[in-house]
């Protein structure tokens, strides 16, 4: 809370200027600022006026542990920040449904533009989201590198001052998400285009451009890589400044101007505009007295190019301006002179009408565009330059100064007002406030035909020889008696000392002002020659039709004058603010020199008294220097207090009565409200404050006490039941040792009783009596095994399994059987033939037939296949089963005998080396019982022969041949059976009458 911060207030001073004690001293305030200053504290209120001193250096207080720190949050509870500031109106704005404005002011330099860009930042990461409003959030953020490199410029007093007025409306939906956006800008410091002071920069967009431009685009710009080489940039002599940084800078605008929504032919175009002024700058006269004439074509060139416009024409108007007399144009040449004011009234006119170009397109960029959404909330910023007093000060100072006036002005009408309210809410008795009325410079500024505006217009609009000095004449004819207007000529001897013969004196309420008059009507009438108009509307550049209107070449009506417009447009901001809420943010700058840490008290002090702050104290403090509602009040002092210690159930209101009067605060300090309790002197606050401070020394022992109380009897409770645990723990685990020592002893005895049954009953099928010992011998068994095993598994020294093991017995002489069977397999096939690498890890069965083919029990056969036949004449394929039994190999059909080959009549085997199933059983052909030799064809060919060869006892007697193989057809004939390999499996008979096999090719041998 702020009132924490009150012990500490001999170090760092108040955090609310309303709790000065010696709140009329103008020293007291600033050695206050200077306190906190130099404690990096650069925030202080003033009621809810934010001070803000600009510290020139970063300061870590603005990341988003800050911003969530002051989110939600009461706007007194925390320190002063620029976000309890936005945090305020954005909740005032959700709360009240009334729309808010920040009014941000302070000279150049004062930190005005950073101040701006918090409040963005901090709405932009603090409210609600969606895809669509996070494209508006980046608008807005992006917005101001754009305005900034346009609009802001270096000057003697600050590297990045803006050169023009902007107000922002941010729109929130009902959600309290940014949906859209607008900006209006005000008198843009067009003279700049073509002056600065020495010391000074031009626009920050000419540099930026010439430093970080691609060398394709300079090029195409017609622009060198040399500030130097421009005149309208070398007049302040200094293109480079050491804080700023113009080709990083151009990155950032040109990322920002994609972000904002420009295409590349619009920013193309903007770039030629720039250009082209520069371009303009450097167009040189020469010629006879009276007719100026340029003498370089080049840059003509380019500005027909650039602009999109004729280039004689361009010329023509250069030189010349178009007059009517008599109903009749005629073409008047212009000496170098006016030639020159031509040029730059031109290039003034074309940046300064493309800069409104610039903020209408980011406004349209901004633009709420959901038309189901109009109902939105707004909170406005106002960043706008403050008051000025240079050492010669001109018709721009006293636009500004006219606009801090009408400024300072509302500030008091509202600040009174929203004070008057309160205490009417409050139902306390307001008190009139004594204070200076500016109004009686804001009507001499601005009154209807006695005002100066209106004696400036009058002056540049008045045929005849009108001049700077006759409007001075003018003004003192006219407003010579007014109490805040003095010139030379009006002036006693001590103020015609300081003042010169062509200036005139303002007392405005910060303080008096000299303004000098020479430039006033050329700056006010802000006049373009028409034919210079004509060239531009005939421009093909996109932005400048649109800047430069041709309806305004047939507008016969004399345009406003600057003053004027500037004056229309201040009205109207004064109408936007006031149907605001405002908070308002006062930034002082603590030296020229741009140094952190120097607290130069004369340039505060200066500061101070133009911004008007000790008026604003003034008119805060007339009434009560401190108030709070009932419950933050009693809150925070409720402990001072023996009835409101430690809580106070009655009505809030009572009990803050009682703790005052128990505080002894007498009537005159302080007055009880509806809702607030208001004090009326610091001291009143600060004695209850130093009272707190001793009495939290005596909660803080009976807290110390009763915390080391209850923190020993923690440990001692804690200690106890550990000890505890630990009990139980042990405890279980003898008891669990006991019940494990009783559990082995029961199931040992188990384990002999049923070992004495299963021996006695070893002979009987399992059972439950002898499962335990069958089973015991099967471990035995297998135990003893693992220890002894035989060497390989064709070893016959195999030990004989027990009975309980007869299975695993039969197991084990399948097995060496199965084994014996592949070893004959791999003499035979391995490395002869393509599948019997496929065939290793597969079983070799007794039969490969299923339970529901012909039932063949009647032939004892050792080994069933199913095969195909092929006849020895046409090689048609029949399926057939061939079966082995212990004397023969016989084919069968549906369990129908075909054909019987004694083992005996067998002559040998002949089989390809490649991966087909294909085999020849060659029988003798003088057997009368046999037509031939047998074509058969079998999936498990590898496993069909090796079973053939050990039944006929034939394994010396397989035949691999590699491309055919010739078989006995009968009778003396003979057959051939070709193999080639293939992609697939094919057996067809050939054009030749052989048999032809082909078989797919397998990388295994």
């Given at each position: 809370?702020?009132?924490?911060?009150?012990t500490?207030?001999?170090?760092?001073?108040?955090?609310?200027?309303v709790?000065l004690?010696?709140?009329?001293s103008?020293a007291?305030?600033?050695?206050?600022l200077?306190?906190?200053?130099?404690?990096?504290?650069?925030?202080t209120?003033i009621?809810?006026?934010l001070v803000s001193v600009?510290?020139?250096k970063?300061?870590?207080?603005?990341?988003?542990n800050?911003?969530?720190?002051?989110?939600?949050?009461?706007f007194?509870?925390v320190?002063p920040?620029?976000y309890?500031?936005?945090?305020?109106?954005?909740?005032?704005?959700?709360?009240?449904?009334?729309d808010?404005?920040?009014l941000?002011?302070?000279e150049?330099?004062?930190?005005k533009?950073?101040a701006?860009?918090?409040?963005?930042?901090?709405?932009?990461?603090?409210?609600?989201?969606?895809?669509?409003?996070?494209t508006?959030?980046?608008r807005?953020?992006?917005s101001?590198p754009?305005l900034?490199?346009?609009?802001n410029?270096?000057?003697?007093?600050?590297?990045?001052?803006?050169?023009f007025g902007k107000?922002?409306?941010?729109?929130f939906?009902?959600?309290?998400?940014?949906?859209?956006?607008?900006?209006?800008n005000?008198l843009?410091?067009?003279?700049?285009v073509?002056?600065?002071?020495?010391?000074?920069?031009?626009?920050h967009i000419?540099?930026?451009?010439?430093e970080?431009?691609e060398e394709?685009l300079?090029r195409?710009?017609?622009?060198?890589?040399?500030?130097?080489?421009?005149?309208?940039l070398?007049?302040g002599n200094?293109?480079?400044?050491?804080?700023?940084n113009?080709?990083?800078?151009?990155?950032?605008?040109r990322?920002?101007?994609?972000?904002?929504g420009f295409?590349?032919?619009?920013?193309?175009?903007?770039?030629?505009?720039?250009a082209?002024?520069?371009?303009?700058?450097?167009?040189q006269?020469?010629?006879?007295?009276?007719?100026?004439?340029?003498?370089s074509d080049?840059?003509?060139?380019?500005l027909?190019?650039?602009?999109?416009?004729?280039?004689?024409?361009?010329?023509?108007?250069?030189?010349?301006k178009?007059?009517?007399?008599?109903?009749e144009?005629?073409?008047?040449?212009?000496?170098?002179?006016q030639?020159?004011?031509?040029?730059?009234?031109l290039s003034k006119?074309?940046y300064?009408?493309?800069?409104?170009w610039?903020?209408n397109?980011i406004?349209?960029?901004?633009?709420?565009?959901?038309?189901?959404?109009?109902?939105?909330?707004?909170?406005?910023?106002l960043?706008?330059y403050?008051?000025e007093?240079?050492?010669?000060?001109?018709f721009e100072q006293?636009?500004?100064?006219?606009?801090?006036?009408?400024?300072q002005?509302?500030f008091i009408?509202?600040?009174?007002?929203?004070?008057?309210?309160?205490y009417?809410?409050?139902?306390?008795?307001w008190?009139?406030?004594?204070?200076?009325?500016?109004?009686?410079?804001?009507?001499?500024?601005?009154?209807k035909?006695?005002?100066i505006?209106s004696?400036l217009?009058?002056?540049?609009?008045?045929?005849?020889?009108?001049?700077?000095?006759?409007?001075?004449e003018k003004?003192?004819?006219t407003v010579g008696?007014?109490?805040h207007?003095v010139?030379?000529?009006?002036?006693d001897?001590?103020?015609?000392?300081v003042?010169?013969?062509?200036e005139?004196?303002?007392?405005?309420?910060?303080g008096?002002?000299?303004?000098?008059v020479?430039g006033?009507?050329?700056k006010?009438?802000?006049l373009?020659?028409?034919?210079?108009?004509?060239?531009?509307?005939?421009?093909?550049?996109?932005?400048?039709?649109?800047?430069?209107?041709?309806?305004e070449?047939?507008?016969?009506?004399?345009?406003?004058t600057?003053?004027?417009?500037?004056?229309?447009?201040?009205?109207?901001?004064?109408e936007?603010?006031m149907s605001?809420?405002p908070?308002?943010?006062?930034?002082?700058?603590?030296n020229?020199?741009?140094?952190?840490?120097?607290?130069?008290?004369v340039?505060?002090?200066?500061?101070?008294?133009y911004?008007?702050?000790?008026?604003?104290l003034?008119v805060?403090?007339?009434?009560f220097?401190?108030?709070?509602r009932y419950?933050?009040?009693?809150?925070?002092?409720?402990s001072?207090c023996?009835?409101t210690?430690?809580n106070?159930?009655?009505?809030l209101?009572?009990?803050v009565?009682?703790?005052?009067k128990?505080l002894?605060?007498?009537?005159?300090?302080?007055?009880?409200?509806?809702?607030k309790?208001?004090?009326?002197?610091?001291?009143t606050?600060?004695?209850?404050?130093?009272?707190?401070?001793t009495?939290?020394?005596?909660?803080?022992?009976?807290?110390q006490a009763?915390?080391k109380?209850?923190?020993?009897?923690?440990?001692?409770q804690k200690?106890?039941?550990?000890?505890i645990?630990?009990?139980?723990?042990w405890?279980g685990?003898?008891?669990r040792?006991?019940?494990?020592?009783?559990?082995?002893?029961?199931?040992t005895?188990?384990?002999?009783?049923l070992?004495?049954?299963?021996?006695?009953?070893?002979?009987?099928?399992?059972c439950?009596e002898?499962?335990y010992?069958l089973?015991?011998?099967?471990?035995?068994?297998?135990t003893?095994?693992?220890?002894?095993l035989?060497?390989?598994?064709?070893d016959?020294?195999?030990?004989?399994?027990?009975a309980?093991?007869?299975?695993?017995g039969?197991?084990?002489?399948?097995?060496?059987?199965?084994?014996?069977?592949?070893?004959?397999?791999?003499?035979i096939?391995?490395?002869?033939?393509d599948?019997?690498?496929?065939?290793v890890?597969k079983?070799f069965?007794n039969?490969?037939?299923s339970?529901?083919?012909?039932?063949?029990?009647?032939?004892?056969?050792?080994?069933?296949v199913?095969?195909t036949?092929?006849d020895?004449?046409?090689?048609k394929?029949r399926?057939?089963?061939?079966?082995?039994?212990?004397?023969?190999a016989i084919?069968?059909e549906?369990g129908?005998?075909?054909?019987?080959?004694?083992?005996?009549?067998?002559?040998?085997?002949?089989?390809?080396?490649l991966?087909?199933?294909?085999?020849?059983?060659h029988?003798?052909?003088?057997?009368?019982?046999?037509?031939g030799?047998?074509?058969?064809?079998?999936?498990?060919?590898?496993?069909?022969?090796t079973?053939?060869?050990?039944c006929?006892?034939?394994?010396n007697?397989?035949?691999?041949?590699q491309?055919?193989?010739?078989?006995t057809?009968?009778?003396?004939?003979?057959?051939?059976?070709d193999?080639?390999a293939?992609?697939?499996?094919?057996?067809?008979?050939?054009?030749?009458?052989?048999?032809?096999v082909?078989?797919?090719?397998?990388?295994s041998?």
């Open positions: 809370m702020m009132e924490s911060a009150l500490a207030r001999d170090r760092v001073g108040v955090q609310d200027f709790l004690e010696n709140y009329t103008e007291a305030f600033i050695e206050n200077r306190k906190r200053f130099k404690e990096n504290l650069i925030y209120y009621g809810s006026v600009n510290p020139y970063d300061l870590e207080i603005y990341n988003k800050h911003m969530e720190r002051y989110r939600g949050v009461n007194y509870e320190s920040h620029i309890a500031v936005a945090d305020n109106s954005y909740r005032s704005m959700r709360t009240e449904r009334k808010q404005c920040i941000i002011s302070g150049s330099g004062a930190g533009t950073e701006s860009k918090k409040i963005l930042q901090y709405y932009a990461i603090t409210c609600p989201a969606s895809e669509h409003v996070q508006i959030k980046d807005l953020l992006q101001n754009v900034e490199a346009f609009g410029a270096k000057t003697l007093r600050n590297d990045n001052s803006s050169r107000y922002m409306d941010i729109q939906d009902f959600k309290g998400a940014p949906v859209g956006g607008h900006i209006i005000y843009l410091e067009k003279s700049r073509v002056h600065q002071n020495h010391g000074e920069r031009n626009f000419f540099y930026q451009l010439i970080g431009g394709d300079l195409r710009l017609g622009l060198e890589r040399n500030p130097q080489q421009y005149h309208y070398v007049k200094c293109p480079k400044v050491s804080s700023i113009d080709r990083s800078d151009w990155k950032v605008v990322k920002a101007l994609t972000v904002i295409n590349d032919d619009e920013v193309e175009e903007l770039l030629n505009i720039i082209s002024v520069l371009h303009l700058g450097n167009v006269y020469g010629g006879e007295e009276g007719s100026a004439c340029i003498t080049t840059q003509i060139k380019y027909a190019r650039l602009l999109g416009v004729n280039g004689a024409v361009l010329t023509e108007a250069l030189t010349h178009k007059i009517t007399a008599k109903g144009e005629l073409m008047s040449p212009l000496n170098m002179d030639a020159s004011s031509a040029r730059d009234a006119a074309v300064g009408r493309t800069f409104t610039l903020v397109k406004n349209f960029s901004l633009a709420n565009k959901d038309e189901s959404n109009k109902n939105y909330s707004v909170i406005g910023l960043d706008i403050g008051f007093v240079f050492q010669n000060n001109s006293f636009c500004i100064n006219y606009c801090n006036e009408k400024l002005q509302l009408e509202l600040t009174l007002k929203s004070e008057q309210e309160e009417e809410a409050e139902g306390i008795t008190e009139p406030v004594q204070y200076f009325n500016n109004k009686i410079i804001c009507d001499l500024v601005e009154e035909f006695k005002g505006i004696i217009d009058e002056e540049c609009l008045r045929p005849g020889d009108a001049s700077d000095l006759t409007f001075l003004l003192e004819d008696g007014h109490p207007f010139t030379h000529k009006l002036a001897g001590k103020t015609r000392k003042m010169g013969r062509d005139f004196r303002l007392q405005h309420y910060a008096d002002v000299n303004y000098n020479n006033f009507l050329d006010n009438n802000d373009l020659f028409r034919n210079l108009k004509e060239v531009m509307c005939m421009s093909e550049n996109n932005i400048l039709t649109q800047c430069f209107d041709k309806e070449l047939s507008d016969k009506k004399r345009p406003e600057a003053a004027t417009q500037f004056k229309t447009s201040l009205a109207k901001l004064m936007i603010l605001k809420e908070s308002y943010v006062r930034c002082i700058k603590p020229d020199s741009k140094q952190a840490g120097r607290f130069d008290e340039l505060i002090r200066h500061q101070v008294k911004l008007g702050l000790m008026e604003n003034r805060r403090r007339a009434g220097a401190y108030r709070r419950e933050v009040f009693l809150q925070r002092y409720k001072l023996p009835e210690w430690p106070w159930h009655g009505k209101s009572d009990g009565s009682t703790l005052v128990h002894g605060y007498k009537p005159e300090e302080y007055k009880m409200g509806r809702s309790i208001f004090i009326r002197f610091p001291k606050l600060f004695a209850t404050e130093d009272a707190l401070e009495r939290k020394h005596g909660l803080a022992t009976k807290l009763g915390w109380g209850y923190s020993q009897k923690s440990k001692y200690l106890r039941g550990s000890a645990a630990i009990q139980a723990w405890r685990i003898l008891a040792r006991r019940a494990k020592r009783r559990r082995q002893a029961a199931d005895i188990r384990r002999y009783e070992f004495i049954k299963g021996f006695i009953n070893r002979h009987k099928e399992r439950p002898n499962e010992f089973d015991y011998v099967r471990y035995s068994f297998l003893n095994l693992r220890k002894n035989p060497k390989n598994v064709l016959k020294s195999w030990p004989t399994p027990p309980a093991l007869t299975e695993v039969q197991l084990t002489v399948f097995m060496e059987l199965h084994m014996e069977q592949k070893m004959i397999a791999s003499e096939f391995k490395d002869k033939k599948n019997y690498p496929q065939s890890s079983l069965l039969t490969r037939l339970k529901a083919g012909p039932d063949l029990s009647s032939f004892w056969a050792q080994y069933a199913t095969v036949k092929y020895r004449k046409g090689y394929a399926t057939r089963q061939l079966l082995l039994t212990a004397n023969s084919i069968v549906e129908k005998l075909k054909q019987r080959i004694d083992y005996g009549a067998l002559k040998g085997i002949s089989v390809s080396s991966s087909d199933g294909l085999f020849v059983l029988v003798p052909s003088d057997d009368n019982k046999q037509k030799d047998v074509i058969l064809q079998s999936e498990h060919v590898i496993e069909t022969l079973k053939i060869a050990i006929a006892d034939k394994i007697n397989i035949n691999i041949s491309g055919s193989i010739q078989f057809v009968g009778q003396g004939k003979e057959g051939v059976i193999f080639t293939g992609s697939e499996l094919l057996v067809t008979k050939a054009k030749n009458g052989h048999l032809s082909t078989a797919p090719r397998l990388n041998r």
